[in-house]
């Protein structure tokens, strides 16, 4: 019997086994192949209660806030580690070693096609039906899809004892239990009510999401291409209950908005190597990719060109054993950059040995050290949203079953290779085309709060005023000796602001135009009602005793004016008496502005502080297709106007403050001739 991961028994097993039990080498063989064909046909019979579970799952699970965990699970823990673990310790050491401070309420599986993330999601919907009085939502794009992909698979992992309760092949319906399941059809209507009092419902995104019943879920499910509306419906359902979001994807249409949700804000944990992205210029290594020698993978591609007749004695895959990250000596650290058509973010593997000095190459397995080769590396897990959220790809090698070296050898085949292995194989998404600040990158441009300096430095604040909206403010900070621009405080920010609460985000993920826009408002755009004053106050409030050398507000909110029946004044005029070094900041084009930043972000001479998270939102979200009118623009426009300020001169002309002179265009007050020279301003350049 031929079996994608159970392989007939060696015969060095048969001899070992033989000697054990005191019986001929036959009769051995014969009782080790009987064990195995009873163990297949009990998977098979019952996927739900001994249904193979890669280890990967095991570390999404641990992620998760309240899995649950099975009978299976939990002897499969206490069995790998000897009894040192239980489920929930497991789960916490797990989540300590990945850099999780605790468990998560979001979490995206991504990975290649046919690797289990379906099976994942539908065994975890089960978990949790089968604990009573939960309720579970499960998406999928069209109901069609759902017949033929969720329904199917969540009967497949369906307990019996539930699946004998069918109404489908019963006369006898029960007034309290719903389940009524064809292959044909699926399950009968939109919701599943089992005798426990838990409901599953299923739900397409060719629904509006006005028209979904408004229910609160212990586990919503979105599986492939959701929009960003469902996404934060969805992820809204789940709080009243304690429930998590689940989203499972294969990135086929590139980097969308739900996808930015995650990985926007991604700090990976934990790499995989791309043994199909080799980058030292040799062959790709798929046997490497599948955990099997190069023996084993010319042995099995034969026997498959072959007719695949019998069985050639090598399993389909050997999944990465992620339960050994656990035993590992130390912490992994990401070390050196990655070539730049990588995932952002991503990174070479280092040498196996750091003594050796090669650094960025690993071994393959029975490989001589000159024989080194370098591939690149993707993300295995990442930190997403501040550690409130997790990514966890799924590879072909963690389901033997899914037959991954057919799907290899098809996407190395086509024409366009890199591109299909790169999304159908690893399941990594390409950022936007459209995205505009190209050069910006997290490990270049992003640093901690505690790494913005000090000492020997000249601190400024540019503001953004607007009507319609919440004013927006950024602080910066300029380090003299290094030449370096630091960003270190936003505002409104993600903190609490009195009276008001924590603001939210500035701008969100929109699916407008496909993906290519700016985003959409998010909650912190939407007025306070304050006035000047207000706004003055909660600038000295954040300040405190710092000092700044000077103010710019945007130039043509300045130039705005407002009558009066005693006098007209712009609105420069009026925060002049609120805010002390006031100027009227550089008005050159905004492409100008945006040509300067990429340059600073590039060279490194610009940096963000971490705690700034609905600018660094912005930065990912900006395309520049929305224009003027884009969501994301704003937070932007204050830090090319903070570039633009050419404080980079400051050390050049070594003067911090000189009398303004009437006329020029950068810093000057907008307004009668009069007004100008009623009162005379110190500016540094």
């Not at 498959?304 to 389909?316: I, L, N, P, T, Y």
């Amino acid at each position: 019997m031929r079996d994608a991961m159970s392989q007939p028994a060696s015969d060095a097993q048969v001899a070992a086994f033989a000697q054990a039990k005191g019986t001929g080498i036959e009769d051995a063989r014969a009782a080790l192949e009987a064990m195995r064909e009873k163990q297949i046909a009990r998977r098979l019979k019952s996927p739900y209660a001994y249904g193979y579970e890669p280890p990967i799952w095991f570390v999404a699970k641990a992620l998760m806030r309240n899995p649950m965990w099975s009978g299976y699970e939990r002897e499969t823990i206490a069995r790998r580690y000897g009894g040192r673990y239980t489920a929930e310790t497991f789960a916490e050491a797990m989540r300590k070693k990945l850099g999780f401070e605790h468990a998560v309420t979001r979490i995206l599986i991504m990975g290649s096609n046919r690797s289990g993330k379906t099976d994942f999601a539908s065994k975890l919907c089960m978990q949790t039906l089968m604990a009573g009085n939960r309720f579970v939502c499960s998406g999928a794009q069209t109901l069609k899809t759902q017949k033929k992909n969720q329904m199917a698979r969540v009967w497949k992992y369906m307990p019996e004892a539930w699946k004998k309760k069918n109404v489908a092949t019963m006369k006898a319906k029960s007034a309290i239990e719903n389940i009524s399941y064809t292959e044909k059809n699926g399950f009968a209507g939109s919701r599943v009510t089992f005798g426990n009092g838990s409901k599953l419902d299923f739900v397409s995104y060719e629904q509006t999401t006005n028209s979904l019943e408004g229910v609160e879920y212990d586990l919503a499910w979105l599986d492939e291409e959701y929009g960003i509306g469902f996404y934060n419906l969805y992820t809204t359902r789940i709080t009243s209950r304690a429930g998590m979001f689940l989203g499972t994807f294969t990135p086929l249409n590139g980097y969308t908005s739900p996808i930015a949700a995650f990985l926007d804000s991604m700090e990976v944990a934990r790499y995989h190597t791309a043994y199909l992205r080799p980058i030292d210029g040799g062959a790709k290594a798929p046997w490497a990719e599948l955990g099997l020698s190069e023996d084993e993978y010319a042995r099995l591609t034969a026997w498959r060109k072959a007719g695949q007749e019998g069985d050639c004695g090598v399993c389909e895959s050997r999944p990465e054993d992620c339960f050994a990250w656990l035993e590992e000596a130390g912490e992994r650290r990401p070390e050196g950059p990655a070539r730049q058509d990588a995932w952002e973010g991503g990174q070479r593997l280092a040498g196996q040995a750091r003594q050796d000095g090669e650094d960025g190459g690993q071994r393959l397995a029975g490989q001589a050290r000159q024989d080194r080769r370098v591939f690149d590396r993707v993300p295995r897990v990442g930190r997403c949203l501040g550690g409130e959220a997790a990514a966890v790809w799924f590879y072909g090698s963690d389901n033997p079953y899914g037959l991954p070296s057919e799907l290899i050898l098809a996407k190395m085949a086509d024409e366009n290779a890199e591109a299909k292995i790169y999304a159908s194989v690893y399941g990594m998404a390409k950022k936007l085309k459209g995205r505009l600040f190209t050069t910006f990158e997290k490990t270049r441009n992003v640093v901690k709060a505690s790494e913005v300096p000090v000492e020997g430095c000249v601190d400024f604040m540019v503001m953004d005023p607007a009507a319609e909206r919440n004013w927006c403010f950024g602080w910066y900070r300029y380090h003299v000796a290094s030449g370096v621009l630091y960003k270190y405080r936003e505002w409104p920010g993600m903190y609490e602001v009195p009276g008001i609460g924590v603001p939210g985000a500035w701008a969100v993920a929109s699916d407008k135009r496909n993906g290519i826009n700016d985003g959409a408002r998010g909650e912190a755009q939407e007025s306070f009602g304050w006035g000047y004053r207000q706004y003055s106050e909660e600038v000295a409030r954040l300040e405190g005793d710092e000092e700044m050398a000077f103010r710019l507000v945007d130039s043509r909110a300045a130039a705005a004016t407002r009558t009066s029946a005693q006098r007209s004044l712009s609105l420069f005029e009026e925060l002049e008496e609120l805010f002390d070094g006031l100027m009227v900041a550089d008005g050159q084009k905004t492409e100008v502005g945006y040509s300067r930043m990429l340059d600073k972000l590039a060279a490194g001479t610009y940096r963000i502080s971490e705690e700034c998270e609905n600018t660094l939102a912005c930065y990912a979200l900006m395309t520049g297709a929305d224009g003027q009118k884009g969501a994301a623009k704003d937070m932007i426009d204050c830090d090319r106007y903070a570039i633009m300020s050419d404080i980079w001169a400051w050390e050049a002309t070594g003067v911090k403050s000189l009398p303004r002179q009437d006329g020029e265009e950068v810093g000057k007050r907008p307004g009668s001739e009069t007004a100008r020279g009623r009162r005379r301003r110190k500016i540094w350049y």
